[in-house]
């Protein structure tokens, strides 16, 4: 079963504006990280943040985790059309030696 | 581009046939995983191994058959599928076992099968 709950399902913004996805998850966790898949391809890591950090920045990206709340979100600046694509987070140490993903975002980029 | 790579990039298969799926990687990592993944959904665990032994099978139906030759390489062996069955199937690769440390997944690109 899935761990994760992402919002929005979709979201659709004009280039250069800035993009909010949001994770909840249910178990305690070990770290959560962020995935990003282009239609018909594989996932590519972008982010880890482990259970004891709060907020991680990377380029662009920012994620912030909330481990009281059990959420995270992540929030791509100044976004491009190269960024459309599906975002998941997905939790590790809820569920032993495994890796589960969230529902996904399908953010898309408009120019 | 991936540094792990699958075999064949699509495959369309009869209900009575057997194939291989295939998947490499030379990053010196020492868990492998299978993930299947239908449209519009988020991959679905469905091995792991690490150092090459199976650690997880998360309930897959016996059709489907996994197989780890050395630490490089991961195959999935296909017999008797439903047509339920097609999707993208995904291998991915970690340093270590996601238990043993903060090692982020690598993923192919997968491998579309069409079961008909």
């Known amino acids: 079963s899935q761990q994760g709950e992402e919002d929005p399902q979709a979201l659709s913004i004009q280039e250069g504006e800035n993009a909010t996805m949001n994770c909840s998850y249910k178990?305690?966790?070990?770290?959560l990280q962020w995935y990003r898949q282009n239609s018909g391809r594989g996932l590519v890591h972008l982010i880890l943040i482990r259970s004891n950090e709060r907020e991680k920045h990377s380029g662009r990206l920012r994620v912030t985790l909330d481990t009281s709340k059990k959420s995270s979100s992540l929030l791509i600046t100044a976004s491009r059309a190269a960024d459309t694509a599906s975002y998941f987070c997905a939790t590790a140490g809820g569920y032993g030696n495994k890796l589960v993903f969230g529902a996904g975002t399908i953010l898309r980029v408009k120019s | 581009d991936t540094e792990v790579t699958q075999t064949p990039k699509h495959l369309v298969m009869g209900m009575t046939n057997k194939k291989s799926l295939k998947c490499e990687q030379h990053m010196g990592h020492r868990a492998m995983y299978w993930y299947k993944q239908k449209a519009k959904k988020p991959p679905e665990l469905m091995f792991v191994?690490?150092?090459?032994?199976?650690?997880i099978n998360e309930s897959v139906p016996s059709r489907f058959s996994p197989e780890c030759p050395n630490s490089s390489l991961l195959n999935l062996h296909l017999h008797a599928l439903q047509p339920e069955d097609s999707a993208l199937y995904l291998c991915a690769s970690s340093r270590t076992a996601v238990r043993e440390s903060n090692s982020p997944l690598h993923f192919g690109n997968g491998t579309r099968l069409t079961v008909t």
């Open positions: 191994y690490s150092y090459e032994k199976l650690s």
């Open positions: 178990t305690s966790i070990n770290n």
